[in-house]
């Protein structure tokens, strides 16, 4: 089945460092591939998304592109802020049964220090 | 504002009670999910739904129960059977089960004591 693997956290990087979260997929056909984040103890937020090969999603200065060659999403950020310590997910749709369900990485914790 | 709550934030229960958890969106969407978050792992999808009174399992329904009786609510009991109860639990929504992207609720945590 599809599948999502995400580099092994955890992460430590300090403020101003450039950012990089490798993630690579498993999949029949061609999902939409998600980013979320986790700040601690709340729920996920929708970070950015890529509906289809090369497209790039971005926001908060975060992107990801779509590589259907390598089939890769790496996550990256140019200059990290300690605000941006978190635990980040990265996710695939997967159409079954009839309806759509992410399949989720295992998260790679972020921390940033000042 | 338009968003997904659940509560309580923090539940605590003895073994051999059933517990059940609270999801309430008012945005609308007809799909609705609920996910079970362990210690360094990714999110395993126990139940979902649709549409109003219909709901079909996940990868990890065994030892849970839901219902939809209304587009807005969408509650997940613990049962008793569920042997490793104690997890984060998140609920998220969608607009419907065609469209991919999900929203979540700031989530549950459960602890069996």
């Known amino acids: 089945g599809n599948s999502v693997t995400q580099m092994e956290g955890p992460v430590t990087l300090s403020e101003e460092a450039f950012l990089t979260i490798n993630c690579t997929y498993t999949a029949t056909g061609y999902p939409s591939l998600f980013w979320y984040v986790q700040y601690p103890g709340e729920g996920l937020q929708l970070l950015l998304k890529?509906?289809?090969?090369?497209d790039k999603g971005s926001n908060k200065g975060f992107e990801a592109t779509y590589r259907k060659e390598t089939t890769s999403f790496h996550l990256e950020k140019g200059s990290v802020q300690v605000s941006d310590s978190a635990v980040y997910f990265c996710a695939l749709s997967d159409y079954v049964q009839g309806a759509q369900k992410l399949v989720f990485g295992q998260g790679t914790r972020l921390t940033i220090n000042p | 504002d338009g968003g997904i709550t659940q509560s309580p934030k923090y539940l605590f229960r003895k073994e051999g009670q059933n517990v059940t958890l609270s999801c309430e969106q008012n945005?609308?969407?007809?799909?609705m999910y609920w996910y079970r978050q362990d210690p360094g792992q990714g999110l395993r999808l126990i139940y979902y739904s649709q549409i109003v009174n219909d709901f079909q399992k996940g990868d990890i329904a065994e030892g849970y129960s839901v219902s939809r009786e209304k587009k807005e609510s969408f509650p997940l009991t613990v049962t008793s059977a569920q042997k490793n109860p104690t997890a984060f639990y998140l609920c998220?929504?969608?607009?419907?089960?065609?469209?991919?992207?999900?929203?979540f609720g700031p989530g549950t945590r459960l602890t069996v004591l």
């Open positions: 890529a509906t289809k090969a090369d």
């Open positions: 945005l609308n969407h007809d799909a």
């Open positions: 998220a929504s969608s607009i419907d089960t065609l469209r991919d992207t999900q929203y």
